[in-house]
């Protein structure tokens, strides 16, 4: 628990870096401001926004992330992995306010204190990870998940702001939760596993769809997206298939701080993105 803590702080942090880099690679390759860019997933945005020093560091500190992730998922279940990936939102709201000088409102500390007490009790009720392995078709269909959310990220170029920004955010978080269920799958570096290219693509795929979620449309409705999509699916895969269980009688206590964190992750989803600066 303490390693997805330790995520979440790593993955929070790179968001505010990632997110002004984002907006600076759009202005940058558009001539206009943020926001003012076409529509649809762009792969060279992720090309001009690796240029970014900010983007760079948020990448180091994801694969820091990552590293950690990987050791929480293969100790506690999934459902207190991913709520505690999606409270990095607190420590974005955090690092906004300390670093960046952002005002929160009284809601939003309290959806931080929120977030904190769902921690709080998943860390209480969590149980050891699961043992069992699922459907021999689970890898397989991690793998056609992973492959139709680049399609849904295509197609949402042609989609209205908000329902745009929404499918985006789905889709990274989608990705992100390819990712969850895929390294619990993976036991040895085994080149005909297809659970180990689900978690390429789908993490390949979740960045390059946050990363155009960050430049275009509602940044609020794309992180909320997110947070559904990292959170939900794979939770209900690890204790329907994975075996992943809560501590004996604390079933219901798990369930209430799985609700309560993803409930004040989502309060705090326009830190999402990060306040504007002038690029450097």
Same mark, same amino acid.
């Not at 991913?82 to 300390?98: D, I, K, M, Y």
């Not at 619990?184 to 993490?203: E, Q, V």
């Given at each position: ?9 790593? &993955? ?16 940058? #390759?558009?001539? !206009? ?21 900010? &983007?760079? $560091?948020?990448? #180091? ?17 999934? &459902? $207190? @992995? ?11 709201? @955090?690092? $906004? ?9 009284? %809601? ?37 998940? !992973?492959?139709?959310?680049?399609? !849904? ?27 969850? @269920? ?23 795929? $979740?960045?390059?769809?946050? %990363?155009?979620?960050?430049?275009? #449309? ?12 990292? %959170? ?34 989502? !309060? ?13």
């Amino acid at each position: 628990m303490i390693c997805a803590l330790g995520s979440a702080v790593c &993955y929070g942090t790179a968001t505010v870096l990632q997110a002004v880099a984002a907006r600076a690679a759009s202005a940058a #390759g558009s001539g !206009a401001g943020p926001g003012s860019g076409g529509a649809g997933v762009d792969p060279a945005l992720l090309l001009r926004a690796v240029r970014q020093w900010r &983007y760079v $560091a948020g990448l #180091g500190l994801d694969g820091l992330g990552f590293v950690l992730q990987i050791v929480a998922l293969r100790a506690v279940p999934i &459902y $207190a @992995v991913g709520a505690a990936l999606a409270a990095s939102l607190a420590v974005t709201a @955090v690092v $906004a306010a300390r670093v960046l000088a952002v005002r929160l409102c009284g %809601t939003e500390w309290a959806a931080v204190g929120v977030v904190c007490a769902g921690l709080a009790m998943l860390g209480l009720a969590s149980g050891k990870e699961g043992h069992e392995d699922g459907p021999a078709a689970l890898p397989w269909a991690l793998l056609a998940v !992973a492959a139709a959310i680049l399609l !849904a990220g295509a197609v949402a170029g042609r989609l209205p702001g908000r329902a745009r920004a929404l499918v985006l955010g789905l889709g990274a978080g989608c990705g992100f939760g390819v990712v969850e @269920v895929a390294v619990r799958l993976i036991d040895s570096f085994d080149l005909a596993n297809p659970a180990l290219y689900a978690l390429l693509l789908g993490g390949g795929a $979740a960045f390059l769809l946050l %990363t155009s979620a960050l430049q275009r #449309g509602s940044v609020t409705t794309a992180t909320a997206g997110m947070v559904l999509g990292e %959170t939900i699916g794979p939770a209900l895969v690890g204790v329907g298939w994975l075996g992943d269980h809560t501590r004996a009688g604390l079933g219901w206590l798990a369930v209430v701080g799985f609700v309560v964190g993803v409930a004040g992750a989502l !309060a705090l989803a326009r830190f999402g993105e990060a306040p504007q600066v002038d690029p450097v």
